[in-house]
């Protein structure tokens, strides 16, 4: 699959500002002093789902709206954020939305995607059990399946990594999250289609390794888990599509540690007072974890959603607590 080009980016770009107004990159010191690296953070965490993946959604359901206007609604499988920007995008457009969650999924999530207008359903121990059920309803309820990774999905995501390259063309490094891939397929894309230089360094948890390990073997490794807190990371099975643009474009792919996630969202707070859920945190943890070799640099953090649960936030600030003490 290749990547976005600029035209198909400013295209999806109208989609999205035709809904939420671009989110700011901020300069914080305190990070900077923390990191020893000058860091600016693209602040996804405020959209109106309070996470970038509402990009994709109002992309991808303004395009099927367009090409399939006979389309009565649609069903995807989801962590919490997919689910909410499809929620709520569908909704934008007049169409219904149904979304699957495992069991055990983040609560305040699911509230939060039927807030936005979806029907939740709850099926399986994981993210992958839940996506391929969400398969067999899609042919038993004439729904359009709405897949984790596809190319509207990409375009619609890239709308932030193009204003952040544009606001900040001189970025070293920019780390980025890493889930089922459209996030870092995003960036990439618009890295390429602004002529950067920018390096672009993919995250993902250690609980949830399948493409820091595919990203090593050169083909898709798929585990058998991904227990992790960070929602957004947690896939066992890699895109292919994905793989073949994050090999092409990112320089590496660092893993993080729940408790260096953990550490990682008490530093946004305490730092920038931002809340950061698990993915959202990842990048910060990263640099941390490299902070040598990025001392003096000038790096982008994508703090890509901040829907932490109140118990998991409580973690968050204890460990922040520990480290410093």
């Given at each position: 699959?290749?990547?976005?080009?600029?035209?198909?980016?400013?295209?999806?770009?109208?989609?999205?500002?035709?809904?939420?107004?671009?989110?700011?990159?901020?300069?914080?010191?305190?990070?900077?002093?923390?990191?020893?690296?000058?860091?600016?953070?693209?602040?996804?965490?405020?959209?109106?789902?309070?996470?970038?993946?509402?990009r994709?959604?109002?992309?991808?359901?303004?395009?099927?709206?367009?090409?399939?206007?006979d389309?009565?609604?649609?069903?995807?499988?989801?962590?919490?954020?997919?689910?909410?920007?499809?929620?709520?995008?569908?909704?934008?457009?007049?169409?219904?939305?149904?979304?699957?969650?495992?069991?055990?999924?983040?609560?305040?999530?699911?509230?939060?995607?039927?807030?936005?207008?979806?029907?939740?359903?709850?099926?399986?121990?994981?993210?992958?059990?839940?996506?391929?059920?969400?398969?067999?309803?899609?042919?038993?309820?004439?729904?359009?399946?709405?897949?984790?990774?596809?190319?509207?999905?990409?375009?619609?995501?890239?709308s932030?990594?193009?204003?952040?390259?544009?606001?900040?063309?001189?970025?070293?490094?920019?780390?980025?999250?890493?889930?089922?891939?459209?996030?870092?397929?995003?960036?990439?894309?618009?890295?390429?289609?602004?002529?950067?230089?920018?390096?672009?360094?993919?995250?993902?948890?250690?609980?949830?390794?399948?493409?820091?390990?595919?990203?090593?073997?050169?083909?898709c490794?798929?585990?058998?888990?991904?227990?992790?807190?960070?929602d957004?990371?947690?896939?066992?099975?890699?895109?292919?599509?994905?793989?073949?643009?994050?090999?092409?474009?990112?320089?590496?792919?660092?893993?993080?540690?729940?408790a260096?996630?953990?550490?990682?969202?008490?530093?946004?707070?305490?730092d920038?007072?931002?809340?950061?859920?698990?993915?959202?945190?990842?990048?910060?943890?990263?640099?941390?974890?490299?902070?040598?070799?990025?001392?003096?640099?000038?790096?982008?953090?994508?703090?890509?959603?901040?829907?932490?649960?109140?118990?998991?936030?409580?973690?968050?600030?204890?460990?922040?607590?520990?480290?410093?003490?």
């Amino acid at each position: 699959m290749p990547t976005a080009t600029r035209s198909e980016l400013k295209a999806a770009a109208e989609n999205v500002y035709a809904h939420m107004v671009p989110t700011p990159a901020h300069h914080w010191p305190l990070l900077t002093k923390r990191t020893g690296a000058e860091v600016w953070v693209k602040h996804e965490n405020h959209t109106p789902i309070g996470a970038f993946k509402v990009r994709g959604g109002l992309n991808f359901m303004t395009r099927l709206k367009h090409d399939q206007p006979d389309c009565i609604g649609v069903i995807t499988a989801t962590r919490g954020n997919h689910g909410q920007s499809v929620a709520l995008a569908a909704s934008k457009v007049g169409l219904s939305a149904t979304v699957l969650v495992p069991h055990g999924n983040n609560p305040e999530k699911n509230d939060a995607m039927e807030a936005y207008g979806g029907e939740l359903i709850v099926h399986g121990e994981d993210f992958q059990e839940a996506r391929e059920y969400a398969g067999e309803l899609a042919g038993d309820k004439g729904l359009h399946m709405i897949p984790p990774f596809h190319p509207w999905l990409i375009e619609g995501v890239g709308s932030y990594s193009v204003e952040f390259l544009q606001a900040q063309p001189d970025l070293d490094t920019v780390y980025v999250p890493i889930g089922m891939g459209s996030g870092i397929c995003g960036m990439i894309s618009a890295r390429d289609a602004l002529g950067a230089t920018t390096e672009i360094v993919g995250v993902v948890a250690e609980n949830a390794p399948s493409y820091a390990l595919s990203f090593a073997a050169g083909e898709c490794v798929p585990t058998n888990s991904a227990d992790t807190m960070a929602d957004g990371l947690a896939c066992r099975v890699p895109d292919p599509d994905a793989l073949d643009i994050i090999m092409a474009g990112a320089a590496r792919i660092v893993s993080v540690s729940e408790a260096e996630m953990l550490a990682a969202m008490g530093y946004y707070f305490t730092d920038t007072h931002n809340i950061a859920e698990g993915a959202g945190a990842a990048p910060l943890a990263a640099l941390m974890k490299e902070r040598g070799a990025m001392a003096g640099k000038r790096v982008g953090l994508i703090l890509s959603g901040g829907n932490a649960d109140r118990e998991l936030f409580r973690q968050a600030l204890l460990s922040a607590d520990e480290t410093a003490n």
